[in-house]
């Protein structure tokens, strides 16, 4: 059990969720935020677990022999959305809520300005995916109730997913279609501009506009917008005017 010392250090620690569109770049920026600083974490989205679902033992997440063939469940979403948005999105919640819940790195504990980041969060899948599968269909109003409600309870119950701020990376939806074709990941070949517009509007509606009212855990969170259209992975004095950005965002949490 944590000693009150120790659990008041792990207080300290901010926690960040990295927001935005498929594809725009936030593997490629949350690598750049682990570089910076060593006061600083990421919890990157645990997208291997949907390309093979597998079954995990309650004590840990190693697998059996028995256990190895698992589904990929990102490719029977993208294939068949109808069927699997449901099973699709309470996985996807499901696994991020327990990258969330997992103790922060050992180091932080000594670090003077700890911040863990997340790659995307409960939120978003609530706010942009799971809100966009009912606006198509995909979720009929049964699932939307059921997903709403299992959503709310565990946020309430579950200090631990609460967010301190939130870093939006902004980029227009072609934009992020060009780099996602460029990615070439074979589950996303359905993904349409269409689609992206729909994920991009989400996105706007929730962090730019601020038109949806949000979870308890996750009001007053500050937002961090930033303009992701230009490429900035050969930019070194881009790169280090973003973790300048970054660093007085987090300085004001
Ligand atoms: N600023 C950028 N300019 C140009 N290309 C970029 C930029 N950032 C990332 N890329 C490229 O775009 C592709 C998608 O980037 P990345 O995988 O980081 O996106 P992502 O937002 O993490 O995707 P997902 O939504 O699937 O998790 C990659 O090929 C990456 O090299
Ligand atoms: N429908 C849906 N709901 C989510 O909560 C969600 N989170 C991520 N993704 C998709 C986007 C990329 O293809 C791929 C990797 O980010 O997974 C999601 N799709």
Redesign the pocket.
């Known amino acids: 059990m944590a000693t009150e010392a120790k659990k008041a250090r792990l207080n300290r620690i901010k926690r960040v969720a990295v927001e935005g569109n498929?594809a725009v770049g936030k593997s490629t920026f949350i690598s750049l935020l682990e570089e910076e600083s060593s006061d600083w974490a990421i919890v990157g989205?645990p997208?291997s677990r949907?390309q093979n679902v597998q079954c995990h033992s309650e004590r840990d997440e190693e697998i059996t022999l028995s256990q190895k063939h698992g589904g990929n469940l990102?490719d029977m979403?993208y294939s068949d959305p109808r069927r699997w948005a449901f099973t699709?999105?309470s996985y996807?919640c499901l696994s991020r809520m327990r990258h969330q819940l997992k103790p922060a790195p050992g180091h932080l504990e000594t670090a003077a300005e700890p911040v863990v980041f997340y790659e995307?969060s409960v939120y978003?899948?609530r706010y942009c995916?799971?809100a966009n599968?009912f606006s198509l269909g995909t979720f009929n109003e049964t699932e939307w109730n059921i997903y709403c409600d299992w959503h709310s309870t565990m946020m309430a119950a579950m200090g631990e997913l609460k967010l301190d701020g939130i870093i939006y990376l902004r980029t227009e939806p072609e934009v992020c279609l060009e780099r996602l074709k460029l990615r070439g990941r074979p589950e996303?070949r359905p993904?349409s501009l269409e689609y992206l517009d729909q994920i991009h509007t989400r996105h706007e509606s929730w962090l730019v506009h601020k038109e949806i009212s949000v979870s308890d855990s996750l009001k007053g969170a500050p937002i961090l917008t930033m303009d992701c259209n230009l490429s900035f992975q050969e930019d070194t004095d881009k790169q280090n005017d973003m973790m300048s950005q970054v660093k007085a965002f987090v300085a004001g949490l």
Do not use: G, K, N, P
Request: charged share 25%; hydrophobic share 60%; with cysteine.
């Open positions: 498929i989205e997208l949907w990102l979403f699709f999105q996807v995307r978003s899948d995916f799971a599968c996303e993904v």
